[in-house]
């Protein structure tokens, strides 16, 4: 992670250095057995601050394959752009299911950081679950349990670039603050969010500091679910529940922010924590798939 190797990296951006940065043991819950200096949960924070590191997290093949073709574009094509670039991708060191792409995938949004992955099936209060890397199948999970057992309405979204929408947001704002009265350029976020309503749950498998990257270029409701702090598990779904970012954590979270607006019943959240057992570290279930840690 950036704790580590970070120096030199700001050395190989002043070399204008080329080439791509592969976090394989990305996220603070994927090896939670190997001890808390690989539970590396803010590497892309750092990462951030590194104008030549464009940081990606993603969470499945197909976006790492677009992913990968614009570095290289990006890198050695011929567009108006600086060439001297690292991307850096984080892949963990997880096993989960890859689907294959979706047919018309919006490669805009991969590329710029977020897209809409799954819009929910039903009718409901409505919520948006924004998700990056690992948790983004804890997202689908959590979309599944809202609607079976609370008639909630969840769209998932795949954040591939917490960094990346940042910067687009900051850069709007400049443009804005530097050029008054020619209009404003809505943040790419922004953009993509537009018309879904409800409020946002975001996760991802770092510091909640990450996905609170954006919070103040998106206009609904907000909450960061992070592993913030020490943590320590013999297995992923036990580190997930102890930091709560968990598919049920997602369930309760949006539950909670639901019942604040008078859209589902105020003792929803509640009984979600007794019905998941919220409170008990060996409850959880995200991450067993992948075999204990």
Known sequence: GFQR??????????????GFIIGATAGRTTLTGEGLQHADGHSPLLAATNPAVIHYDPAYGYEIAHIVR????????????????????????EPYQQPAEPEGVDVEGILKGIYLLKPAENE????????SGVAVPWA??????????????????????WVELRRDGLA???????????????????????????PVVAVSDFS???????????????AS??????????TRAGARRHFKIDSHSMVVRALEMLAKRGEVDWRAPGEAIEKYALKDVTAGTSGNAGGDA
């Open 5 to 18: 190797t970070g120096d030199s990296f700001w050395a190989a951006a002043d070399q204008m250095t080329r």
């Open 70 to 93: 614009r570095g290289l574009e990006h890198m050695y094509g011929t567009g108006d752009e600086d060439h001297n670039v690292m991307y850096y991708v984080t892949v963990y060191n």
């Open 124 to 131: 409901g209060p409505r919520a948006q679950l924004l998700a």
């Open 140 to 161: 689908l999970e959590a979309q599944k349990l809202l609607a079976a057992d609370w008639g909630v309405s969840a769209d998932v979204w795949s954040v591939t670039s």
């Open 172 to 198: 709007a704002e400049k443009d804005a603050f530097l050029n008054p009265g020619d209009g404003t350029r809505t943040p790419f976020v922004a953009q993509q969010l537009a018309g879904s309503t409800g």
């Open 208 to 222: 909640a500091d990450l996905p609170d990257k954006i919070r103040q270029f998106v206009p609904n409701e907000f």
């Open 225 to 234: 679910l992070g592993a913030d702090s020490f943590g320590f598990s013999d």
